[in-house]
């Protein structure tokens, strides 16, 4: 079966600090991919996907950036961290040609 | 651009108690429709999705939703609550180009 790693679990890092997040899928091959952004008493934000390696969409303009080293590793990252940059981020995959997501559990990222 | 709709911010019911989320969504197409949940701190769990066919679903956990077309709804029902079942639930609409749009979501207390 298909399982969905975040790490780390929660994170907490000042203002202008760098940042990774990473997000890997188990048990199936050319996922998509998605990071989701879920700040605190609000919705979910699509930040970017991913079709392939290499290959990444980004949804809303923001100081952060996504990469797909591997087929089934995503990362997102930021070279600065902004206090608005707090939230709950959720990594998920689909199959390729699937619009059914799975969703990893979660990094609570606070920036002090 | 699609957009779903959950009006209801909190809802309490007893233990026991039926169960009714509301959910709206607007798209131009036939609409692939999703219910999360959500636990405190974390993932998604996929309750119940609707691609076509039978507009009554079933889901996990004893959940159902009903689409209708014509009220552009897709609601989530329970008929008997458990304290278990606290936790938020989020509505979604797949509308095509790999996006899956969220409702705000719906945070369900239950009471003893």
């Known amino acids: 079966s298909q399982t969905i790693h975040q790490w780390p679990a929660t994170l907490v890092q000042p203002v202008g600090s760098p940042l990774s997040l990473e997000c890997t899928v188990e048990?199936?091959?050319?996922?998509?991919l998605y990071w989701y952004r879920q700040a605190a008493g609000r919705g979910l934000q699509l930040l970017f996907y991913?079709?392939?390696?290499?290959?990444i969409s980004s949804e809303v303009p923001q100081n952060l950036s996504a990469s797909r080293p591997q087929d089934r590793q995503f990362i997102l990252s930021s070279k600065k961290l902004l206090l608005s940059d707090s939230g709950f981020y959720l990594c998920?995959?689909?199959?390729?040609?699937?619009?059914?997501?799975?969703f990893g559990p979660g990094t609570r990222l606070t920036v002090l | 651009a699609q957009s779903v709709t959950q009006p209801d911010i909190h809802i309490t019911v007893s233990e026991g108690a039926s169960l009714e989320l509301r959910c709206n969504y607007s798209?131009?197409?036939?609409?692939?429709l999703f219910w999360y949940v959500q636990s405190p701190g974390q993932g998604l769990q996929l309750l119940l999705k609707?691609?076509?066919?039978?507009?009554l679903v079933q889901g996990i956990k004893g959940f159902e939703a009903e689409f209708k077309r014509s009220q552009s709804s897709f609601n989530l029902r329970k008929p008997s609550v458990h304290w278990s079942d606290a936790a938020e639930y989020f509505c979604?609409?797949?509308?095509?180009?790999?996006?899956?749009?969220f409702g705000s979501g719906t945070q369900l207390t239950v009471l003893p």
């Open positions: 998920a995959w689909s199959a390729n040609t699937g619009n059914l997501l799975f």
């Open positions: 048990g199936t091959s050319n996922p998509n």
């Open positions: 991913s079709v392939g390696i290499g290959q």
């Open positions: 798209y131009g197409a036939t609409p692939y």
């Open positions: 609707y691609f076509s066919g039978d507009t």
């Open positions: 979604a609409v797949w509308g095509g180009a790999r996006q899956l749009t």
